[in-house]
């Protein structure tokens, strides 16, 4: 059965400061997915990793997957309050996303 | 572009009480997935489907049915509601991109209460 775990599931972290989210996942996959939710919205899509050894970055965040330690990380860099939401990675299997339970990220100012 | 659209966004309903929460999507996309969103548990699978006129269950499926008559509708049905189905919805669509990998997308979530 595939499982995704995420953590820390609450962060609170001070403006630009840098952090590092960990998502390990159970069995093999070569696919795996960052997204954010802001509080009462939907989710959006942030990377998408696909295979091992895959870097993605989009302004301060980077993704990293490491399919081997059936291991991605997600790295704030320099953190800033537009940054504070949930924050889920997901890992697809056959036919299905099986989530995380999310990471809730606030920084302060 | 409309993407994945749900109704409705709200509802109170009363245990005991049936309902239909219908998804809609525009991308021609092959697979459509409901999950349910509560908190400290992230976003669960209810049920999914691969195709038109196919169905599967996901994690959490007890107490939910679906269907897929038209390849861009996906239904999910509450036949008996309790209080413990109180919770957001989300319905989700994609499509396999071979060596692409495939992005999901999210409906904007329906908020359901059972009392």
């Known amino acids: 059965e595939l499982k995704v775990e995420q953590n820390p599931l609450f962060l609170s972290m001070q403006e630009g400061k840098n952090y590092t989210i960990y998502c390990n996942y159970s069995?093999?996959?070569?696919?795996l997915y960052w997204y954010r939710q802001d509080p009462g919205k939907s989710l959006e899509s942030l990377f998408v990793?696909?295979?091992?050894?895959a870097v993605k970055q989009e302004g301060r965040l980077m993704a990293s997957l490491d399919t081997k330690a059936r291991l991605s990380t997600l790295h704030i860099t320099a953190a800033v309050h537009d940054l504070s939401a949930t924050y889920f990675c997901?890992?697809?299997?056959?036919?299905?996303?099986?989530f995380g339970t999310g990471t809730r990220l606030k920084v302060l100012a | 572009n409309a993407g994945v659209t749900q109704t409705p966004k709200f509802r109170v309903l009363k245990t005991g009480q049936s309902m239909t929460l219908l998804c809609a999507q525009d991308?021609?996309?092959?697979?459509m997935y409901w999950y349910r969103q509560d908190p400290g548990m992230g976003l669960r699978l209810i049920h999914y489907?691969?195709?038109?006129?196919?169905?599967a269950k996901g994690e959490v499926p007890d107490g939910y049915n679906v269907s897929r008559l038209k390849k861009q509708n996906f239904l999910l049905g509450l036949e008996s509601a309790a209080p413990s189905q109180t919770s957001v919805y989300f319905c989700?669509?994609?499509?396999?991109?071979?060596?692409?990998?495939?992005?999901?997308?999210f409906g904007e979530g329906s908020w359901l209460t059972v009392v």
């Open positions: 989700a669509s994609s499509s396999l991109i071979q060596g692409y990998g495939n992005t999901i997308y």
């Open positions: 069995t093999t996959s070569d696919r």
């Open positions: 990793l696909l295979s091992n050894g």
């Open positions: 997901a890992v697809s299997g056959t036919y299905k996303y099986i």
């Open positions: 991308m021609n996309h092959e697979y």
């Open positions: 489907s691969v195709g038109e006129g196919t169905t």
